[in-house]
């Protein structure tokens, strides 16, 4: 049976394009797959711990050797692997923050690269290639090349590196300008605001459409 992951890192709730975007993939992956199932993270309202020094040891030690803290941090890092293995597709939402990816996202990325579940513990292969994973970028402003701060978002070239060790690798849809409504300066760019998010809504629509049969 097919299966999903969604994955939500927004902070700003119903206004959030991101995660408007996730969800309307999430449903066009639902009417693609009748029967399929989804599993739900929301990095945004219940991020996970940043990865910190018990974290680092808990990779360090043997099992048994684990202190209690150590232990719980290994458990968490297996239950996030394992929502990515168990899945087929794995959909995440990236709004920029700052000119980077959220600091949820960052930790998310931490606690999943892990020898012997995401990374062979020998050879350093990835275990985790072979899914679909879609990043819904959004982004307030304007980043393209040509515009004043093309180069100024840290969040689309991170993720491919970050996650590579896994064998993950993203294809990113991206909505921009997406402050133009509510920032009066950038009134004059709605129009183009506006484009940007109906040309990411159609590529989600045709991300899962049936491939026409040859003659």
Request: hydrophobic share 45%; charged share 20%; glycine share 6%.
């Amino acid at each position: 049976m097919p299966h999903l992951l969604q994955i939500d890192s927004s902070i700003q709730g119903d206004r959030s394009v991101s995660r408007k975007l996730t969800a309307r993939a999430r449903d066009t992956w639902l009417a693609a797959h009748p029967g399929g199932t989804v599993t739900y993270r929301d990095l945004g309202t219940a991020p996970v711990p940043h990865f910190d020094a018990i974290a680092a040891q808990a990779r360090a030690v043997a099992p048994e050797s684990r202190t209690p803290a150590q232990a719980a941090s290994w458990a968490l890092t297996e239950e996030l692997v394992s929502e990515i293995r168990d899945a087929d597709t794995v959909v995440l939402g990236l709004p920029l923050y700052n000119f980077g990816a959220p600091s949820s996202v960052k930790a998310w990325v931490d606690h999943v690269i892990a020898p012997g579940l995401s990374v062979d513990a020998e050879t350093r292969a990835p275990l985790l290639g072979g899914r679909e994973f879609v990043v819904l970028a959004s982004r307030g402003g304007g980043y393209a090349e040509g515009t004043p701060r093309y180069g100024w978002d840290h969040a689309e070239p991170w993720l491919p590196h970050a996650i590579a060790a896994t064998g993950l690798e993203p294809r990113f849809i991206t909505a921009e300008l997406t402050l133009a409504h509510s920032v009066p300066a950038m009134a004059a760019l709605i129009p183009l605001a506006e484009a940007s998010l109906a040309d990411a809504e159609r590529t989600i629509d045709t991300l899962w459409a049936p491939v026409p049969a040859l003659a």
